[in-house]
């Protein structure tokens, strides 16, 4: 879904698809979907399966945004502080890859 | 429809022996569980009362609310597969057995049978005992599933198999649990490789039940906090702690319940790795003479 791979009100496999691939309790699969009903990232058509969202993308988006900083770069920055990669380097790699992409 | 078991009281003694002791426990129908115990806990015997293969020295079996000890009509839609594998007499050749199998089995599937037999190339024509070792669990788990019984048990029908034919039959027997839903129990030792099949599972230890949960709820009650000695000594106390370990200045201690999502935090700002626990792991100090006390 983030990568849009899945677009909105698209449909998901059942859970009959997914257990077998994961090799795993369809029971699991049926929570699992339930929780992102729950959070919206879900919608149940009856008698039909389940679908993706419109505001699923934006949402995970804006939640893996909000993440970012914790998930990513405060363990990038203790890791280079932990082997001694100075911060100014890091900075300079950033931009110079940001440079290369705009360009 | 799917049936349901109701152990109540449950006890099984041999001689002097107490091999179950005051087990109740409910199984809702058409679930997949797990029975694990430690080897000599009671899990062959359990599954022998609940298939009507032992009578109970007290306490009640049911399925689907019916007693099962010499009641052929529960008897017939209940299916235990042994180890041992069950399916026939050593001197059988696999077809015959097969043949026999298809007049015991009210719900016997046998274009499956079939092709599972061929799927796992079982030779027809061997007698059971000479199929070699790597092969002879394969007939039991193909007439436990073909057999397509409302109660299904499986009690260590994994044993001998390898790897690939392991993932083969664990494939073979969700899909088929999906299309034809049934009450399974599987017993086993191969806890974190089986244990994603399960939706429930069961532990008992000396007969004796342990506890009784949902597989993942289980597996969520545990963890593992890692970090400096003192402050994972600081986190965990006035917590169960099933194990302990230390490298250096750097401990790790395995815990059990309570933990919440505010918990999880205070681990993390107090600098804590708080990682998964295998539910083998989980499985393993929760079986020790000392597990679950501390």
Redesign the interface.
């Known amino acids: 879904m983030v990568s849009g791979a899945l677009g909105g009100d698209e449909q998901v496999m059942s859970t009959?698809q997914y257990?077998?691939y994961?090799?795993?309790?369809?029971?699991?699969v049926a929570?699992a979907f339930q929780q992102l009903v729950e959070e919206q990232v879900l919608y149940k058509k009856r008698g039909i399966g389940m679908f993706v969202s419109p505001t699923a993308r934006d949402a995970l988006r804006t939640q893996r945004r909000e993440r970012f900083f914790s998930d990513v770069v405060d363990p990038m920055v203790a890791e280079a502080k932990a082997v001694g990669v100075p911060i100014d380097e890091i900075v300079a790699r950033i931009r110079q890859l940001d440079g290369r992409k705009g360009r | 429809m799917t049936l349901d078991i109701e152990v109540t009281g449950l006890q099984l003694r041999y001689g002097d022996v107490t091999a179950l002791d005051d087990l109740t426990f409910r199984l809702a129908g058409g679930?997949?569980y797990g029975l694990l115990g430690r080897n000599g806990s009671g899990k062959t015997s359990l599954l022998s009362v609940v298939a009507g293969f032992r009578k109970a020295s007290a306490g009640t079996v049911l399925v689907a609310g019916q007693p099962v000890f010499e009641n052929p009509r529960v008897t017939r839609r209940v299916c235990l597969i042994r180890e041992t594998g069950d399916t026939g007499d050593k001197d059988d050749r696999v077809g015959d057995a097969l043949h026999t199998a298809a007049h015991l089995r009210p719900g016997w599937d046998g274009d499956y049978a079939d092709a599972l037999v061929d799927r796992f190339e079982i030779p027809r024509r061997t007698k059971l005992g000479e199929l070699s070792l790597g092969q002879r669990s394969a007939p039991g788990m193909i007439f436990g599933l073909a057999a397509r019984a409302p109660v299904t048990l499986f009690d260590e029908s994994h044993l001998g198999m390898d790897a690939p034919s392991r993932?083969a039959f664990?494939?073979e027997l969700?899909?088929d649990?999906?299309a034809h839903p049934r009450t399974m129990i599987i017993s086993t030792h191969l806890i974190d490789e089986l244990s994603?099949?399960?939706?429930e599972v069961v532990i008992i230890d000396n007969g004796r039940l342990l506890l009784q949960d949902e597989?993942?709820v289980l597996r969520a009650r545990g963890a593992d906090v890692t970090g400096p000695a003192e402050a994972v000594d600081r986190f965990v106390a006035g917590r169960t702690v099933l194990r302990e370990r230390q490298l250096g200045r750097t401990k790790s201690a395995m815990v059990y319940g309570g933990l919440d999502e505010q918990h999880r935090r205070q681990a993390r700002d107090a600098g804590l790795d708080l990682g998964p626990v295998a539910l083998q792991d989980l499985f393993v100090h929760l079986t020790q003479p000392s597990g679950g006390q501390g």
């Open positions: 009959n257990a077998a994961y090799r795993i309790n369809p029971a699991t929570k | 679930r997949i993932a664990s494939d969700l899909s649990f999906m994603p099949l399960f939706e597989t993942d």
